[in-house]
T-cell receptor, first 114, second 115 residues
Framework: EAQVTQNPRYLITVTGKKLTVTCSQN?????MSWYRQDPGLGLRQIYY???????DKGDVPEGYKVSRKEKRNFPLILESPSPNQTSLYFC?????????????FGQGTRLTVV | SQQGEEDPQALSIQEGENATMNCSYK?????LQWYRQNSGRGLVHLIL?????REKHSGRLRVTLDTSKKSSSLLITASRAADTASYFC???????????????FGSGTQLTVLP
């Protein structure tokens, strides 16, 4: 089954404790991205990757890091989480950017930073 | 930066009625997409309409696009309780570097279909 898998689904952590949210897709997609969703603000893109070893900032990259060492994986790293990073996070993948195709989303990770 | 803005923010209708949601955007686009999100879950793609298309149908969904007004509408006919969800429009446009087309989401319309 074609899917994007995020882990964990729920996470409560303390300020400053490094964490990683994993994302994996099994569709051989080139383009992957991370979004955060906050009430009234819709989804905002954090980082995206056009292919292996190619990443770039989205609209709200501050406080986040990503890596793309393999095509299928695109982890989101919070080196020193702060309470304003409490949010619902989504990973998404697309076959290839630059063509008219849909994005596939993971089920989301609800992060609470206390 | 938010590109699409949905209207209304919330919509409540009776089962069997039609639901219409609107989306406006600011800059030129390559395509516009509609997604559905059940509470706290991931987004699911519903339909994509290209900038050179004016109308598209998929089952009970009808999407229109007016590039001169920079707006789109999503019509769900004969709504069901199971259609209760948030609906987002997303625009795909070329970013300033020219190297990638970003998908930009609006803040969504919460649709409630009452049985």
């Amino acid at each position: 089954e074609a899917q994007v898998t995020q882990n964990p689904r729920y996470l409560i952590t303390v300020t400053g404790k490094k964490l990683t949210v994993t994302c994996s897709q099994n569709m051989n997609h080139e383009y992957m991205s991370w979004y955060r969703q906050d009430p009234g603000l819709g989804l905002r893109q954090i980082y995206y990757s056009m292919n292996v070893e190619v990443t770039d900032k989205g609209d709200v990259p501050e406080g986040y890091k990503v890596s793309r060492k393999e095509k299928r994986n695109f982890p989101l790293i919070l080196e020193s989480p702060s309470p304003n990073q409490t949010s619902l996070y989504f990973c998404a993948s697309t076959f290839r950017q630059g063509v008219n195709t849909e994005a596939f989303f993971g089920q989301g990770t609800r992060l609470t930073v206390v | 930066s938010q590109q699409g803005e949905e209207d209304p923010q919330a919509l409540s209708i009776q089962e069997g009625e039609n639901a219409t949601m609107n989306c406006s955007y600011k800059t030129s686009i390559n395509n516009l997409q509609w997604y559905r999100q059940n509470s706290g879950r991931g987004l699911v793609h519903l339909i994509l309409i290209r900038s050179n298309e004016r109308e598209k149908h998929s089952g009970r969904l009808r999407v229109t696009l007016d590039t001169s007004k920079k707006s789109s509408s999503l019509l769900i006919t004969a709504s069901r309780a199971a259609d209760t969800a948030s609906y987002f429009c997303a625009t795909q446009h070329r970013i300033s570097s020219g190297s990638a087309r970003q998908l930009t989401f609006g803040s969504g319309t919460q649709l409630t279909v009452l049985p």
